[in-house]
């Protein structure tokens, strides 16, 4: 493979990779660019960092300016806390995708990126429809009156002291056809981010289906609903995910119910 195309990742694991091939970016804005394959449908994201401060952003472009999808994340350790994403495309739409740095120079990321095959990405589609279905937690997120950082609805989910990682998945599919615009902020005590996930995407046709380690106990999730009460509406669902072996742990679901 050249530079500019993406790697298999290593591993048998159900949704992501335990090893995947990562590059490390530079702070200051630094941009790395990975064109989709003809006919991809899904791709895989890791962000994370030696233990500095994680500043970065993924978008989906199709064409030379429309944005389909945007995760800026921004958090206090990517060595603690990174992210795992996976986005999907609409077919036929040719998609690029871009990862930037947000932060300072002193602030490096590692970056890894991974294309499934068509098969895989069958796997990783059902494994996201059962994870969404069969979530222990699920609630309906609506929107607010106005467009600004603290509209919307919020909807606080506080994570059991034995689940290590928490998978979230959010989607429109059932409550509308509009896209989704939502902050997800990952805290530590009382109101202490440590993390913050700014995500823009197709809620109907690209739902997002990502892993948030929360190592310890009190660690509470939260997410805002950032559009308008017309066409805001979408469902976040939760549950556990095991770090070890890359699945869902339905053993530590009835714990989650107090969520």
Request: one cysteine or more; aromatic letters at 6%.
């Amino acid at each position: 493979a050249t530079p500019d195309e993406p790697q298999a990742p290593a591993g048998p694991e159900p949704l992501f990779p335990l090893v995947m091939p990562m590059e490390t970016l530079q702070g200051g804005k630094t941009v790395r660019t990975y064109k989709m394959p003809p006919g991809t449908l899904r791709a895989q994201y890791m962000l994370r960092t030696n233990g500095r401060p994680l500043k970065a952003k993924v978008e989906v472009f199709i064409g030379p300016a429309r944005t389909t999808h945007t995760c800026n994340v921004d958090s206090m350790n990517g060595k603690e806390s990174p992210v795992r994403g996976t986005i999907q495309f609409k077919a036929n739409t040719d998609p690029m995708l871009r990862i930037t740095t947000t932060g300072q120079d002193t602030f490096p990321v590692e970056v890894g990126m991974t294309v499934p095959s068509p098969t895989r990405s069958e796997e990783i589609a059902a494994i996201t429809t059962q994870t969404f279905d069969s979530a222990p937690v699920k609630m309906l997120s609506q929107g607010g009156t106005a467009p600004n950082d603290n509209v919307g609805s919020v909807r606080s989910f506080e994570v059991p002291a034995d689940v290590d990682a928490v998978q979230l998945v959010t989607w429109s599919r059932d409550v509308g056809k509009k896209s989704l615009k939502a902050r997800v902020e990952v805290l530590k005590g009382p109101n202490s981010q440590r993390q913050t996930i700014y995500l823009q995407c197709g809620g109907s046709t690209q739902p997002w289906h990502g892993v948030i380690e929360t190592p310890g106990a009190g660690w509470i999730i939260r997410v805002r609903n950032l559009k308008y009460i017309e066409d805001g509406h979408f469902e976040v669902a939760m549950s556990p995910y095991d770090l070890s072996k890359g699945a869902s742990t339905p053993q530590l679901a009835p714990a989650t119910q107090m969520w």
